[in-house]
Nanobody, 114 residues
């Protein structure tokens, strides 16, 4: 099973930026798609962005133009660059591997507040 470890969360002011990282181990990283989900306070978990094994990204409408997902297969790492952050982006962000079986990271907190 794939193990996922996220990092990069924290407190940022509105309009600021953060880059999240997720390092995968335990399987062949290049073989599966990856995604970033988030779960805000009192909200359902939602898919923010995904990236195929060959690097094709897709985004939720709510983050298009502000977030960029990428992957470095040599480093077994997927990134989420977040710009122009808003208070409503506050959430726990979780890395997800579309591997078999599926895997979740433990999550990293992102708080957007002045």
């Amino acid at each position: 099973q794939v193990q996922l470890v996220e990092s990069g969360g924290g407190l940022v002011q509105p309009g600021g930026s953060l880059r999240l990282s997720c390092v995968a181990s335990g399987s062949i990283f290049i073989a599966y798609a990856m995604g970033w989900y988030r779960q805000g306070p009192g909200k359902q978990r939602e898919l923010v962005a995904g990236i195929t094994s060959v690097g094709t990204p897709n985004y939720a409408d709510s983050v298009k133009g502000g977030f960029t997902i990428s992957r470095d297969n040599a480093k077994n790492t997927v990134y989420l660059q977040m710009s122009s952050l808003k208070p409503e982006d506050t959430a726990v962000y979780l890395c997800y591997a579309f591997s078999v079986p599926r895997s979740w990271g433990q999550g990293t907190q992102v708080t957007v507040s002045s």
